[in-house]
């Protein structure tokens, strides 16, 4: 009985259903289309429902971010709280005593810089503290070119070089360079020290390994860290190591998706003044297939017969370096940085090198400034020898005649590096801090005597949290730029009286460790 | 599935099974520099219609074909269109114009879109795409058993990359999991 009712209510209830399904739109559709594709194959229709029912499950399901976020939760006292305890940190660190003492001694130029200068204090000093080699700061026909320049085209471009920055004087300064050092093109960017660190992150991406120096200078470690790359070490200036690491990621990258591979080098070291083996370099690099990016900014305008750099120091096809880095701002007396290489090099960089699109290009003045120095340069070549004279002069007073210092640079490198000698560190125990305060007296000591001097400021370049096991230590060193300025006479004067001032600090009672219980 | 901390090295076989390891903060910070253009333009107006348009070109092509019969011109046109869409979103890494230093090199496109969010309304409607395609497909082919399992192996292809399951995941065949640098 019961039963008889229920079965009369289903089949009312599912009358009622199918009455109402066909009058939903498209039910007939729906009925023929599934009646259709049943075809008595109740597999591939099992197949066909259990896609659909997962289709409806995946446009039901809501949206979640799979980024795992890992914050801490905190309530609003929390955040007080923490906000309040917050001590901002200074934006410049404390200075040390030392560097409060030496801000304090800091001579101040008046007037240009020359081989001769007024300092603040009115007294005037021979001046070995400027890149100023061959003195063409003084030099007549381009300070008379540079304010031609300067009435015609103002002071300055305001723009960045793809956006109305670009004027004729550039193009002409960076075809002039071009021709000068034997490359196709060339690019001039606004600033020396940017560009280096903008042309390797220009070509190095994420992936690409880059072999570099341990010594080179800060503006490469800056592009090295910019560029995301995988960098390998090698030893200072020892291409056998840079041998075995070239073989060693040749050997992990076989069975891997190529990458660029890049060598990093100096052609004359920032922090040690040596030089670089460049036919060595060219031979290894065309042996494991890599690119060279050469950074000529201490070599160029003051190595080779007219100063094309090391290349031409050491007869080397510039065409087989593939990027030139150098610098416009050094003995050029100009301003600005430049990377020459081919055309595809230079045309790359115009639109994804940082410095070259998103800073104003270089004023006008600066970039005829530094034509009319090239052709100086080709035109006089003899100021070189004069230099290069004049260096080993100096030279002579200094490395082999101290007791206390030896000279690191190359026999051709104006910035000569002086450095403590090994025995000397050894005997009276002294730490790189020691070396930094003797180095710095020993430039007050030569200034007292009429000698402007500055010492290399390594600490800070070398240590750098990013780049994983590339510290590199430098040595606190004095440098003292050679210039062609002075006569014979005075350059070996002022030589002597950098040597006396050294062995005056060396031999000071307060200075002499020497007398310390062993630790 | 086995490990989800990251790759890691195991005894040679066939199949290999590894997820993707977590980017660090260095790429992290890089990869939300910029906005990601390569993955940003499928949520814009436009980029779904033009997946209407172009099936229906890929069908007008088949059908003008002499000599292929309703049933091929279906069957091609859902394979072709799998095809394309596996390329393009699950095969290529990375995105083709450089932009951000190669800060998206691991992840291919599906990851890389909505920042890797799942369900979200442009993977829903990319998701819908190919099962359409194939259930209208297989009615067109009027379920022959041969042209349905060519359908469903096409579709499966391009479904199973999309699930959430499959994020980050990669398969290797016949090569090692790769070392990390």
């Not at chain 1, 560029?227 to 390998?232: D, E, H, P, Q």
């Not at chain 1, 070291?269 to 670089?276: C, V």
């Not at chain 2, 066939?14 to 910029?34: C, F, G, K, M, R």
């Not at chain 2, 209407?52 to 007008?60: E, G, R, S, T």
Request: proline content about 5%.
């Amino acid at each position: 009985m019961e039963l008889q009712e229920v079965q009369t209510l289903v089949s009312e209830y599912l009358d009622k259903a199918a009455t109402a399904f066909q009058q939903v739109p498209g039910s007939a559709v729906l009925i023929r289309y599934v009646r259709s594709s049943y075809q008595n194959d109740p597999v591939r229709s099992a197949i066909e429902l259990v896609l659909v029912i997962f289709f409806i499950r995946y446009l039901l399901s809501p949206s979640y971010s799979t980024s795992k976020v890992n914050y801490v939760k905190l309530t609003d006292d929390e955040i007080d709280e923490l906000v309040e305890e917050w001590q901002p940190e200074p934006l410049v660190p404390k200075q040390t005593a030392l560097e409060e003492a030496e801000m304090d001694k800091l001579p101040v130029l008046v007037g240009p810089t020359g081989p001769k200068s007024k300092l603040a204090n009115g007294k005037t000093v021979t001046n070995l503290a400027s890149y100023n080699f061959y003195n063409l700061n003084a030099n007549e026909q381009i300070k008379e070119k540079a304010i031609q320049t300067l009435r015609t085209y103002g002071v300055g471009p305001c723009g960045p070089p793809q956006f109305y920055g670009t004027q004729d004087v550039h193009m002409k300064a960076e075809a002039d360079i071009a021709t000068y050092l034997g490359t196709e093109k060339c690019i001039v960017y606004a600033q020396a020290f940017s560009a280096i660190s903008s042309v390797i992150p220009a070509f190095c991406k994420r992936g690409d390994i880059i072999v570099a120096d341990r010594a080179v200078n800060y503006s490469i470690r800056r592009g090295l860290e910019i560029s995301r790359s995988n960098i390998k070490w090698y030893n200072h200036n020892d291409l056998e190591d840079l041998e075995r690491v070239m073989r060693k990621v040749v050997q992990e990258q076989a069975k891997k998706k190529l990458t660029r591979r890049f060598i990093v080098t100096e052609a004359l070291f920032e922090t040690s003044g040596d030089m670089n083996d460049l036919p060595k370099l060219i031979e290894l690099k065309e042996k494991y297939k890599f690119r060279i990016i050469l950074d000529e900014t201490w070599s160029f305008g003051v190595l080779g017969r007219t100063g094309r750099g090391l290349t031409e120091h050491q007869n080397v096809d510039p065409t087989q370096i593939d990027m030139i880095v150098g610098s416009l701002a050094g003995p050029l007396c100009a301003g600005g940085g430049f990377c020459a290489g081919s055309s595809d090099v230079v045309e790359h960089q115009r639109i994804s090198a940082a410095a070259y699109t998103f800073s104003a290009a270089l004023p006008a003045m600066l970039a005829m400034t530094a034509s009319e120095s090239l052709n100086v340069l080709q035109s006089n070549p003899e100021i070189l020898v004069q230099c290069r004279e004049n260096i080993r002069l100096a030279r002579a007073q200094l490395d082999p005649r101290s007791d206390w210092v030896m000279c690191t640079s190359a026999p051709e490198n104006p910035i000569m590096i002086l450095v403590f000698k090994p025995e000397v560190v050894n005997a009276r125990r002294l730490t790189i801090e020691d070396q930094e305060r003797l180095m710095q007296e020993c430039c007050d000591e030569a200034l007292a005597n009429g000698v402007l001097i500055t010492r290399l400021k390594g600490s800070s370049i070398s240590t750098h949290a990013s780049l994983k096991d590339g510290n590199w230590t430098v040595q606190p060193a004095l440098k003292v730029c050679i210039t062609s300025g002075l006569s014979k006479k005075d350059m070996e004067k002022a030589a002597t009286t950098i040597r006396h001032a050294i062995t005056k600090v060396m031999t000071r009672k307060t200075n002499n460790k020497l007398n310390l219980p062993t630790a | 599935m086995a490990d989800q901390a990251g790759r890691r090295r195991r005894s040679s076989s066939i199949l290999q099974v590894y997820h993707e390891p977590p980017e660090p903060i260095e790429q992290l910070s890089d990869q939300s520099a910029l906005p990601n253009l390569n993955a940003n333009w499928v949520n814009a107006k436009g980029a779904w219609v033009i997946h209407f348009v172009l099936i229906a070109a890929v069908k007008i092509l088949y059908d003008i074909l002499p000599g292929v019969s309703q049933e091929t011109s279906w069957t091609l046109t859902n394979i072709t269109y799998m095809f394309g869409s596996y390329i393009m979103f699950h095969y290529v890494r990375g995105v083709p114009f450089e932009f951000n230093g190669g800060a998206y090199d691991n992840l291919n496109m599906w990851e890389q879109i909505d920042d890797g969010a799942q369900y979200t309304p442009a993977k829903k409607f990319l998701l819908s795409v190919p099962i359409v395609l194939f259930l209208l497909s297989t009615h067109y082919t009027h379920y022959d058993l041969a042209y349905f399992t060519i359908n469903f192996l096409a579709v499966l292809a391009v479904v199973i990359p999309k699930l959430p399951i499959s994020h980050r995941m990669r398969v290797g065949l016949f090569s090692g999991v790769p070392e990390e640098d």
